[in-house]
């Protein structure tokens, strides 16, 4: 058993690209966690998808040894985790779970927008930080500026910060050392009833539901029978261990200690992250804290295109919600596409994610609405609303106001690029609130709306400036704006899924580019059909798909023209019969199409 006070649970945080995947790596290698014909680049990233993006989408866990130059054996759990601003969820998780963490600054691009997020997140959880160095290795690094800007922007005193290598492994024992002297070990009571903070959990299609647990009090022990306290369900521990990062059995998990229970849970209900697990038989008092739930901020809904896909779709769904607390549904019907999830993600590449893993892993074909964010509707008898997708709007008479959420975002580049990149927040409807510099490096703060930012807004910002700049947002709340829903009608009819909510100074260009759009979409039919997009029933948009036609004359050679125009007018008062009676029957492929974001 490792004594409590030898133990050192910590996070890596920085910005994406910064090296946290491939310093891990490092780690690992040098505490002897793998041997080196199991060595691959970002070992933790376990995912293909990860590896293929070359981004880290779950948090990993894994328990190394390491022995100190003063003799004694650490048992160091480490947390690598995302840099993306969507999977902040499980950065915020991570560091719930942990008492350090260590701050990886890349030495050639200096202090990122994310890095000082997750630096307040960590300041937040009351952790102790380290300042690291990253990328030394590299002829551009420059550490004394470097040293200097952590100290300016994040507030951290870096003048001893270490300068460690992820690729070379230089700096590496001195980094685990500062970790074992520096960094705090757990606090917890090992005479207390069993406390343990459910930290995340995923399915396995042979184990069932693993569950990784951060022990706070007591002890998890292989046969003990454990109470969940949020849902009350109770089950026996069967299994139990940790990661290294190869699943290794023990008999009991100890204070302070991080690992995994597997308890043949089958259903996924009984299993929330944050929930705090407790003896049956001698329970705690209290709970844990837990984590503060995610809020979603972008919601599309999702259809199968095979309807016989649903139950299976649902299901998968399920699956990946048990595996990322930041995901959530609920139950959709269209008319157009059938049964479907109404799905809410913390941004557009967390909602890409999603619908590339159910593709994959479940082998689904989807289809996805226009993705849009959560309004709040005033209505005129003091109701309060919330709308989450622009089909269910009630009648524009009965509202008294709309609100949009309006975020804070801090961008941080060059100087050189500061016009562009304030050109296109203006263009956004955005309010500058902050200016500042560090070195050659400008620091914008902006007030936007939330729906002007998920779409195109971060491409918009890296291209602007060359790949440079960094860009990081946090919700403020909501403010009352001048909002309409735009309605698409075909052949006079309203086709709900392709309805959409934006500002009225944009709704007539985007009504315009979605029947542009679908007039390349939809096949021709006998009789003219009209595209329309409108504001309630003002038309602000109009494309028409021309119809077939039969020379109905061709028979006619020679002789009066009045025989050629009674045919004419008889086709004429033909379509015009047909086009009230007629259905446009749109195409799957025209609704997957036009729903695609552009």
Request: proline share 4%.
């Amino acid at each position: 058993m490792m004594n409590q006070k030898n133990i050192r649970n910590f996070s890596i945080v920085a910005h994406i690209d910064h090296g946290k995947s491939t310093l891990s790596d490092r780690l690992i290698e040098y505490t002897g966690g793998l041997q080196s014909r199991e060595m691959k680049a970002q070992v933790l990233d376990s995912m293909d998808i990860e590896r293929e993006r070359g981004i880290t989408i779950k948090a990993q866990t894994v328990r190394l040894n390491y022995t100190a130059r003063d003799g004694q054996t650490y048992q160091l759990n480490l947390m690598d985790t995302p840099g993306h601003v969507d999977f902040s969820y499980e950065v915020s998780r991570s560091l719930a779970s942990c008492e350090g963490a260590l701050v990886l600054v890349d030495a050639t691009q200096g202090v990122q927008a994310q890095t000082l997020a997750n630096a307040y997140l960590a300041l937040d959880n009351d952790l102790e930080m380290l300042p690291v160095l990253n990328k030394i290795d590299l002829p551009s690094s420059d550490v004394v500026a470097t040293r200097e800007q952590i100290a300016d922007v994040i507030g951290l005193d870096a003048s001893n910060a270490l300068c460690v290598s992820g690729k070379t492994g230089d700096g590496v024992p001195e980094l685990l050392e500062e970790i074992v002297t520096k960094l705090p070990g757990p606090r917890g009571d090992e005479n207390a009833p069993t406390r343990a903070l459910l930290v995340d959990s995923w399915y396995d299609s042979y184990l069932g539901v693993v569950i990784l647990v951060r022990v706070v009090d007591g002890k998890l022990s292989r046969g003990q029978k454990i109470r969940f306290m949020a849902t009350g369900a109770e089950y026996t521990v069967d299994k139990i261990g940790y990661f290294t990062p190869k699943m290794v059995d023990v008999d009991a998990l100890n204070t302070g200690e991080i690992g995994f229970i597997i308890t043949g849970m089958k259903t996924i209900h009984d299993c929330k992250v944050g929930d705090t697990i407790t003896d049956a038989r001698v329970a705690a008092a209290d709970a844990l804290p837990g984590f503060k739930p995610s809020v979603p901020v972008v919601f599309s809904s999702f259809f199968p295109v095979e309807a016989d896909d649903y139950p299976a779709f649902r299901e998968g769904a399920e699956k990946l919600a048990l595996n990322d607390a930041s995901f959530v549904f609920t139950t959709e019907k269209s008319s157009a596409l059938g049964f479907g999830l109404r799905c809410g993600f913390l941004g557009l590449l967390h909602m890409e994610i999603i619908s590339e893993r159910l593709t994959r892993e479940f082998g689904l074909n989807l289809i996805n609405t226009v993705p849009s964010v959560l309004y709040r509707l005033h209505l005129r008898g003091g109701d309060v609303m919330d709308l989450e997708n622009p089909a269910d709007m009630p009648d524009p008479t009965r509202i008294e106001m709309i609100e949009e959420p309006w975020v804070r975002a801090t961008i941080m580049m060059p100087e050189k690029y500061m016009g562009g990149i304030m050109g296109l927040c203006a263009e956004r409807r955005g309010v500058q609130e902050n200016i500042s510099y560090v070195g050659n490096r400008a620091v914008l703060v902006y007030k936007l709306p939330l729906a002007e930012i998920v779409f195109d807004f971060y491409d918009r910002v890296k291209s602007l400036s060359s790949g440079y700049a960094s860009f990081d947002y946090v919700l403020q709340g909501y403010e009352p704006s001048d909002l309409v829903k735009v309605s698409i009608l075909v052949n006079e009819e309203n086709v709900e899924p392709l309805s959409f909510m934006c500002h009225r100074s944009a709704a007539e260009k985007r009504g315009r580019q979605i029947v542009e759009r679908l007039k390349d979409l939809i096949p021709r039919h006998q009789f003219k059909i009209p595209l329309q997009a409108a504001i309630g029933g003002k038309i602000i948009a109009r494309e028409t798909i021309a119809a077939y036609r039969k020379d109905v004359t061709a028979k006619c050679y020679g002789g009066d023209i009045t025989r050629k125009r009674k045919l004419l007018e008889k086709q004429k008062e033909g379509k015009k019969r047909l086009r009230s009676f007629g259905n446009v029957e749109i195409p799957q492929s025209a609704f997957i199409n036009a729903l695609k974001v552009s």
